[in-house]
């Protein structure tokens, strides 16, 4: 979970030496996450570590040349303490707390059971997060369709609706909105102003994937073949081991509460690295509760899970170089009307400085969907005004169409929201054959797009 812009430059006097060539080794990796698992796809998968080390040195070392070594080294060491590992914490945390939790289920599941399995998800997308809700019902849902031959868009719809759509209630649901929270937004500020979205989005995104489920499994059913299960049905059959983590996860729930309301004014040098002490505290309590739970949680229900490390490998290999590669990008956007993006800034402001609702909308969830979407997030807050009352006042229009933005674009690519590379990475373990990343840019701009388009023109056209 980010606490600052992505950025935090320690260097930050030294931003404007930076020019738009600067951001070439983040694009570099945006391409090879989605090019190489398709033309190279052993090469991908033996060396996805070292492709995205190479990328980050191809920033980082240019720079020590260029800025120096220290206030480089800096940069990148706040960044990855401030920024990175909290938020590699509480995936972690999220991640083997739900997979210590298993939840048993039909075999045989109907469009109606995964359409109401994704609802309940959504529904508690807002409570534990989209990365904990995902990590907790996306097993049970490979379960229901294991035998089926036409699976892929089920997970495809579970990252529309769970792992993005529907953390848009509260802070807890998804990083954006809990930056917001730290930069004063009232907790319920997002449900009262963002509730008609969600209901729209989620609704309709369960409307039209029970439609096609109900195609597919109509082409794939046999004759004679059994119905499957019903939602009512397959809900009275769900049952439950490893209910402890429930305690668990509610302890990283309270840890990410704490963070956000807990001010004591301290600070604890790390590494030369200030980190509030607040910040401390909850890293260290989402470190205790990984350790918590894989020791009270017998290995046979983590087995039964099909737990593995590796997808939470994967995620914190590919996130540390977009963290150190978007370190110059995020710079130049701060700069604001000064730098080489000016025209960003200059896209969502009026001549006499008023803020453009609709470009706030589309700007920010654009980016979002390739850039970690907490530090855009807040790049867009502060280009809006960076006050939450006037924000949560005058500006409210706003403040919610950047929102929106950053949290349903992030459903747009596989990089742009954490539970989209986790989820993923989970299905093709379990032998489901995913998409692309542009095959699922596919699904998401003919789909998703359309549904975004709608929103924007319904809430967020007016001046």
Not at 338 to 363: C, E, H, K, M, R
Request: net charge positive; with cysteine; charged share 10%.
């Amino acid at each position: 979970m980010t606490l600052a812009p992505g950025v935090a430059l320690a260097a930050a006097s030294h931003s404007q030496a930076l020019s738009a060539a600067w951001g070439l080794p983040f694009a570099g990796l945006l391409l090879s996450i989605a090019l190489l698992p398709s033309v190279a796809p052993g090469l991908w998968h033996r060396h996805v570590g070292k492709i995205t080390a190479a990328w980050a040195l191809a920033w980082w070392l240019p720079c020590m040349a260029v800025l120096g070594v220290g206030p480089t080294a800096q940069s990148v060491l706040h960044t990855l303490l401030a920024d990175y590992l909290p938020f590699m914490l509480l995936l972690a945390a999220l991640f083997t707390v739900a997979g210590g939790i298993r939840i048993r289920g039909p075999s045989n599941g109907t469009p109606a059971f995964n359409t109401g399995l994704m609802a309940a998800g959504a529904a508690l997308a807002s409570v534990a997060g989209t990365t904990g809700a995902s990590m907790l019902l996306i097993r049970p849902l490979l379960a229901a369709n294991r035998g089926r031959r036409q699976a892929a868009h089920v997970v495809v719809f579970f990252i529309f609706i769970v792992g993005n759509a529907g953390g848009s209630l509260t802070p807890l649901g998804d990083p954006p909105l809990f930056i917001g929270f730290l930069q004063g937004i009232d907790f319920f500020w997002p449900a009262r102003h963002l509730f008609q979205q969600t209901l729209f989005v989620t609704s309709t995104l369960l409307l039209i994937f029970f439609c096609i489920d109900s195609g597919c499994v109509r082409r794939e059913r046999k004759p004679g073949a059994p119905a499957g299960v019903g939602f009512l049905q397959g809900l009275a059959s769900l049952r439950f081991e490893g209910l402890k983590n429930l305690l668990l996860m509610g302890a990283v729930l309270g840890l990410v509460i704490l963070s956000g309301t807990w001010k004591p004014g301290l600070s604890v040098p790390v590494a030369g690295v200030l980190l509030p002490l607040q910040a401390v505290v909850r890293d260290v309590g989402l470190l205790g509760i990984v350790l918590a739970s894989l020791a009270v949680t017998p290995a046979g229900i983590r087995a039964a899970n099909r737990f593995s490390w590796a997808p939470l490998q994967e995620v914190a290999q590919l996130f540390a170089g977009i963290f150190v590669t978007m370190v110059p990008v995020l710079a130049l956007l701060q700069q604001g009307g000064s730098g080489p993006f000016a025209w960003v800034a200059n896209a969502v402001t009026t001549a006499d400085g008023q803020p453009i609702v609709l470009a706030y909308f589309w700007l920010s969830g654009g980016l979002s969907a390739f850039l970690d979407n907490a530090p855009t997030y807040l790049v867009f807050f502060h280009l809006a005004g960076g006050d939450p009352q006037l924000l949560m006042g005058e500006r409210a229009a706003t403040l919610a169409a950047l929102s929106a933005g950053a949290v349903f674009m992030g459903a747009m690519t596989y990089i742009g929201n954490a539970p989209n590379l986790m989820v993923k990475a989970i299905a093709e373990q379990d032998g489901v054959r995913m998409p692309s990343f542009f095959g699922y840019m596919l699904w998401s701009i003919g789909v998703l797009l359309p549904l975004l388009g709608v929103m924007s023109l319904v809430w967020f056209s007016s001046p």
